[in-house]
């Protein structure tokens, strides 16, 4: 059982060294390319970490400018990606050009291996190294829950229960309709867990043809079937150290069933074509909207891999379930398009807003943000109307006859509904509510309500 090689791509035109590369660097991945535009295609395919680049390269053997280039374009494309120049005395100069326009370091021709493998080595380090220190700083600076709005008791209880598990290493079984956000929280639980600096992979089960399915999951040998020119790596081997989110699992074929659970036993693939057994170190987090017991029953999910995925599982609630969460999200999503459509809406009228909150919302969160965005590219007028939003109004439903809770309910879609229509003006909405703004500020606290400004 192996791991998992780090790949280096070689840009080199001359056949003989790109052999010598392969057979002398046994610890990676070599990816070789003998022009510019080669070299592009396959950086684009690989995103190696690191580039050992030949400067003299055709239609300019001789000269530098097409190396040069090709330093050029890799660098805009990955600014992290560490190139390697080797160059010949008669280059000398232009290597050093090459340093100055960002490479990492250069070697000398003829190439002493094993001083390019220790800067290969130190290479990879690096930029590993500056890897994590990058996703460290993006997790200081923003929530883990990115993306994800909602004051309900409904939605935080989801939140408390995704910290929770983050730190663990257990299957996650998300469920809930589509549309609620299941592939946010689990980007959530990624980013709260110990693996946060390594990739979070995600593939939708239902999207991709049943038979070519295998071969994105598991990856395949080069000559495995026709038009497999090359050995390329899937998805459980992209994911290593990292997360591997499967989407609508429920959807997954029987035969590909059988595989995932022997990776949840084993922890080991085979690539199509391939012999070996490769070891992979991947949390695997699965979401369905499916009932997966009645697929069991039907003989449609193994139900030995259900208990293997069902380790925790989540439900993410629907919108409709989430008592005025459509509020705080519309508000999100006036003023996230506002600011993408260089818009100005002020706000949302009342009719709107109630019309937002009786609204079933069958298509979830996705269906909200597709309403607020079409009303928000459209909208004639300063204030988003029932009508652009293509929603009917309807009459209240009838809810507890309770007084306390009555007042309750009042309380709080009135102050939202003035927050709303303040556009999160506090002093605003403390003047259309007729109370002073530090009572609206306990009013806000004691309701719990979001105004949107974290």
């Known amino acids: 059982m192996t791991e998992p090689k780090i ?28 022009s510019r535009q080669d070299a592009l295609e396959a950086f684009a395919r690989e995103r190696p970490p690191v580039v050992i680049l030949d400067l ?4 300019d053997p001789d000269g530098a400018s097409e190396g040069l280039a090709a330093l050029q374009s890799i660098l805009a494309a990955s600014p992290e990606t560490k190139v390697i120049i080797v160059s010949g005395n008669e280059l000398r100069e232009n290597a050093m050009k090459a340093v ?66 983050a730190q663990t290493d257990v299957s996650v079984l998300l469920l809930g309709e589509s549309g609620t956000g299941k592939e946010l929280f689990a980007q959530a639980i990624h980013r709260l867990s110990s693996r946060a600096s ?54 997954l074929p029987l035969a590909m069933q059988v595989k995932l659970l022997r990776f949840l036993q084993n922890q080991v693939i085979e690539r199509i074509g391939g012999r070996q057994e490769i070891r992979v170190d991947a949390r695997i987090i699965c979401a369905t909207n499916q009932d997966l017991d009645a697929l069991m029953k039907e003989g449609r999910f193994r139900e030995d891999l259900y208990y293997r995925l069902n380790e925790v599982s989540i439900r993410v609630p629907a919108l409709r ?21 260089r818009r100005h809406l002020k706000g949302l009228t009342a009719e709107a807003l109630a019309a937002i909150r009786e609204n079933p919302w069958r298509g979830n969160v996705r269906e909200l943000e597709n309403k607020m965005k079409r009303a928000v590219v459209m909208s004639e007028g300063s204030l988003l109307t029932a009508a652009d939003l293509e929603l009917g109004t309807t009459s209240e439903v009838q809810a507890s006859l309770n007084l306390r809770d009555a007042r309750r309910r009042a309380e709080r879609k009135a102050v939202q509904i003035a927050l709303a229509q303040a556009g999160g003006n506090m ?16 009013l806000v606290e004691d309701l719990g309500i979001s105004t949107g400004s974290e």
């Open 7 to 34: 790949s280096v791509l070689v840009v080199e035109d001359d056949e003989g060294l790109r052999r010598q590369y392969r057979w002398s660097l046994p610890r990676y991945r070599v990816v070789s390319a003998g």
């Open 56 to 59: 003299g390269l055709p239609p």
């Open 100 to 165: 100055a326009a960002g490479a990492y370091d250069f070697c000398q021709k003829p190439v002493d291996i094993e001083l390019l493998a220790l800067i290969i080595d130190r290479a990879v380090r690096l930029h590993d190294l500056e890897a994590e220190n990058r996703q460290l700083s993006e997790r200081a600076s923003r929530s883990p829950m990115d993306g994800i709005i909602g004051n309900s008791p409904q939605i935080q209880k989801v939140f408390r229960s995704v910290e929770r598990i």
């Open 198 to 251: 390594k990739p979070f992979i995600a593939i939708n089960c239902a999207a991709i043809p049943e038979t070519l399915l295998e071969s994105e999951l598991f990856g395949y040998e080069k000559g495995a079937f026709t038009g497999a020119v090359k050995q390329t790596i899937g998805k459980f081997e992209s994911a290593n150290r990292g997360t591997l989110f499967l989407d609508e699992i429920g959807d």
């Open 321 to 341: 379930d989430r008592e005025d969460d459509s509020i705080v999200l519309a508000n999100f999503f006036l003023r996230k398009f506002n600011t993408q459509f």
């Open 427 to 442: 002093s605003q909405a403390a003047k259309m509510l007729g109370i002073s703004r530090p009572t609206l500020y306990d």
